[in-house]
Each structure stands twice: as structure tokens, then as C-alpha cells.
């Protein structure tokens, strides 16, 4: 059995339980665009040895399956043909739950567990109080109805209803309404890895409206 390096699993991890994986493999192989020879020399293989595992004849062991979901830029989970639940791409705007963090209060305009995470927000009017803000990604915010103050670095920018702004996250920035009432903005963030309260929105605790 060929070996792949640096990867170590149970003994128990036979390759016996594995579904017949072969029709994935040889086709995404060939989405990427790889030979034969060159995925096999990629994931540590004999030609000889991945064409029989796209053929059926060989079952692989998790490694191989492993390393074979690295080059193709995949999860083992599509090379065992798991298909993950569909997800509704309609966010009904009466079903999203208000929450409020030190005084903005947002509601979700995306779908969860995405790379992209969108939010229709309220925020508060600004004071020199409100912490200005860094961490990795981009974001986009867009006002609806009111005027935002957003100090990026330096520079101080009032934005009115219609008005846009698309800027790097780890530039220092610092966003609050600029009429006594507040305002109203869509907010989209790339990268979102911390609940959107805790990254961007304040430091409290949120809580359910």
C-alpha cells in the first residue's frame, strides 16, 4: 500500500467500510484538469495505483483519501459522494430575529455559516466613546435612511441615504450615525469568524429584542 507522509491514522481505519468513491475521484481529476501521472505523483501515488482506485479495483485507505481531497481542492466528504443539505437561499425579512449590542441593534440579511455574512443594521449615534475597530477582512456598508460617520484612519466621512463605502478591515475604523436618531445601513463582512457583535458591533453582550 502506498504510504502518504505525515499522516497517521488508527489501525482501525480500514479501507474495507469505504464506499465506492471511484466515480468521484475520476471526476474531479479530470474537473481539475490533472493526468493520470500528475495527480498521482501530487498525492504520493503510483499511476498504476490511482488508476485502479478510479476504476473500483482498489478501495483507498482515509490518507490516501485525504491527500486526494487536498490536490483536488475538495473534503473527503465529497469524495465519498456526501451531498450537505441545501440551503434556502430566500431571507424572509419578518422572520429575522432582531439583536442588540451596545445600542446597535442588527438583523441578519444573509444566510449563516457563509464566508460573506450580510446584516441590515441600526447603529447609534457616534461619541468619542465608540471603540474604533481592526480585524481581518473587508466590509461593505450601504445607508438606508440617516447619516453615517465613519472615520477611517485618519480620514472622517459623513455618508447620507444612498451613499456607499467598500474598505479593509484592518484599516482602524469607527462607524456611527451622524443624526441624533441614528441610522439605518446594510452591512456586509468578509471573513466573519466572531459573532458579528463581538467583532464589530460592540463589546456588550448581545441580546434578543
Known amino acids: 500500500m502506498d504510504h502518504v507522509p505525515g499522516t497517521q491514522f488508527p489501525a482501525s481505519a480500514s479501507s474495507d467500510v469505504l464506499p465506492d468513491v471511484a466515480p468521484q475521484l475520476r471526476g474531479l481529476r479530470r474537473r481539475r484538469g490533472l493526468t493520470l501521472e500528475a495527480a498521482a505523483q ?28 487536498r490536490i483536488y481542492g475538495t473534503t473527503v466528504s465529497e469524495l465519498l459522494g456526501e451531498v450537505p443539505p441545501e440551503r434556502d437561499p430566500v431571507i424572509r425579512g419578518g422572520k429575522a430575529e432582531a439583536v442588540e449590542a451596545d445600542g446597535w441593534i442588527y438583523r441578519p440579511a444573509g444566510g449563516a455559516g457563509r464566508a460573506m455574512q450580510a446584516l441590515r443594521v441600526h447603529v447609534p449615534y457616534a461619541t468619542s466613546a465608540d471603540i474604533v475597530r481592526v480585524h481581518p477582512g473587508e466590509e461593505w456598508i450601504h445607508v438606508l435612511d440617516g447619516r453615517v460617520r465613519l472615520a477611517l484612519g485618519d480620514a472622517v466621512h459623513v455618508l447620507d441615504p444612498g451613499d456607499s463605502a467598500h474598505f479593509d478591515s484592518l484599516t482602524p475604523h469607527r462607524i456611527g450615525a451622524a443624526t441624533r436618531g441614528g441610522a439605518e445601513l446594510l452591512f456586509v463582512h468578509t471573513l466573519m469568524q466572531s459573532p458579528a457583535a463581538e467583532l464589530c458591533l460592540g463589546d456588550g453582550t448581545p441580546h434578543r429584542r
Open 42 to 69: 501530487r498525492a504520493g501515488l503510483s499511476p498504476a495505483h490511482l488508476s485502479r482506485l478510479e476504476t473500483g479495483n482498489r478501495q483507498p485507505s482515509l490518507p490516501m483519501l485525504l491527500a486526494l481531497a
